[in-house]
């Protein structure tokens, strides 16, 4: 039988994994598990935030797929944007996808000879705002931009 002993350094060692998986600094029970119930709170958005990437992704049938990669540094962001073919008009969905989420563009290169390129480096305008802004959703803001551009280029 199983004494109290081993069951207490049994679960001791549980919530110690627990902890480091979850990389909670939290010392009581209680506090680890909320720390590993938030952990899985932010988990199951960055899993939506994917599917949405897909989705978003997968209406580019036909077309060449843009590559984008937002990296979020000190107080700005960098982010690239690229495809194989000349996007004309693809600027002005991109330029206004940044002010829907107020940043402010410091620093811009665009090519469009032969292909699409931009890399930005853009900052919040307001950071005292409520509403948490990371490279995530930065980059889902953009490919919101690419895909009204090709619902619109669609049209013409």
């Not at 549980?14 to 902890?19: A, E, I, T, V």
């Not at 952990?39 to 599917?51: A, F, G, S, T």
């Not at 002005?92 to 032969?114: G, H, K, Y």
């Amino acid at each position: 039988m199983v004494s109290r002993e081993q069951k207490r350094a049994a679960m001791y060692k549980k919530l110690q994994l627990l902890r480091s998986i979850t990389n909670s600094h939290a010392h009581d029970k209680a506090s680890i598990v909320l720390d590993a119930s938030n952990y899985i709170q932010d988990l199951k958005q960055r899993v939506e935030h994917l599917n949405q990437d897909i989705a978003t992704a997968a209406s580019f049938t036909g077309q060449n797929l843009p590559t984008i990669r937002v990296e979020e540094q000190e107080n700005h962001f960098l982010i690239k944007v690229f495809t194989k073919r000349n996007c004309q008009g693809l600027l002005v969905f991109i330029l206004e996808a940044f002010e829907e989420l107020s940043l402010e563009v410091l620093q811009v290169r665009v090519s469009t000879s032969d292909s699409f390129l931009l890399e930005a480096i853009a900052t919040r305008e307001n950071k005292e705002g409520d509403d948490h802004v990371d490279a995530q959703v930065v980059k889902q803001v953009v490919l919101q931009g690419i895909q009204k551009w090709i619902e619109v280029s669609e049209q013409e």
